[in-house]
């Protein structure tokens, strides 16, 4: 097996002896936390590589930053992430909740719920919990920030990949809903393409309102923060 364990694997495992003794790993990351419109999207992963083999450590060695991999890849191993996962589990806060509560108490709620939720995978079973970043002031479960932990941790990779995968589909059809931001594009990113689109078109029920954009400036319409 050490043939097939790469960096990203060998954090997890390493963690897991440290911590536990055992071989159980959460992790959780988000998707869209910066962007102008749609959700934002957290997932938690829960991986048991004692029931791994050879097989599975190599079918997943490309993990890491979904922002690293092109989206072919992304979906590729989001297969392999759901067929070896001992859970997989994805939370959403809506535009209109992150504009009434703000952008890092939904970021932050939405990514304890989603390591809750993988962890309890385990059961009884001494667990570990990674999160990308962020340490979770409301999450019921221990759990260690890690810092850049989607380039360091494969289950927190794993769980930056089934964010964005999600993410990104939510927002292909969202685009059929309001064709004219070309939201399958730029999936709400501030890119210019969809500055220019709010500018023309206005702002539609998916945008984040209590975000500074040069656009919303232009038309009047940001709240406050």
């Not at 390591?115 to 979770?136: E, K, N, P, S």
């Not at 794993?158 to 999600?166: D, F, M, N, P, R």
């Not at 029920?205 to 040069?214: E, K, N």
């Amino acid at each position: 097996m050490s043939g097939a364990v790469n960096e990203r694997f060998a954090f997890d495992l390493q963690r897991c002896a440290a911590e536990t003794g055992g071989r159980l790993v959460a992790g959780a990351d988000e998707a869209g936390r910066g962007c102008l419109a749609g959700p934002i999207v957290a997932a938690g992963v829960c991986f048991d590589y004692a029931a791994w083999g050879d097989d599975d450590f190599a079918a997943l060695a490309a993990l890491t930053d979904s922002k690293r991999l092109a989206a072919a890849a992304r979906e590729a191993l989001y297969h392999e992430v759901l067929l070896r996962a001992r859970r997989v589990v994805v939370v959403a806060r809506s535009s209109a909740a992150i504009d009434e509560r703000g952008l890092q108490v939904c970021n932050l709620e939405a990514l304890g719920d989603a390591l809750a939720g993988a962890r309890q995978a385990a059961g009884a079973l001494r667990c570990v919990a990674l999160v990308d970043g962020f340490a979770l002031p409301r999450c019921a479960i221990a759990h260690e920030a890690v810092v850049g932990g989607d380039g360091r941790s494969a289950v927190i990779a794993a769980a930056s990949i089934v964010a964005k995968v999600t993410r990104d589909r939510v927002m292909r059809r969202l685009h059929e809903r309001y064709p004219r931001y070309g939201f399958d594009r730029h999936m709400g990113y501030a890119t210019a393409y969809h500055q220019e689109m709010i500018t023309r078109h206005g702002v539609c029920p998916l945008h984040r309102l209590s975000f500074d954009a040069v656009s919303y400036r232009q038309l009047g319409l940001t709240l406050d923060a």
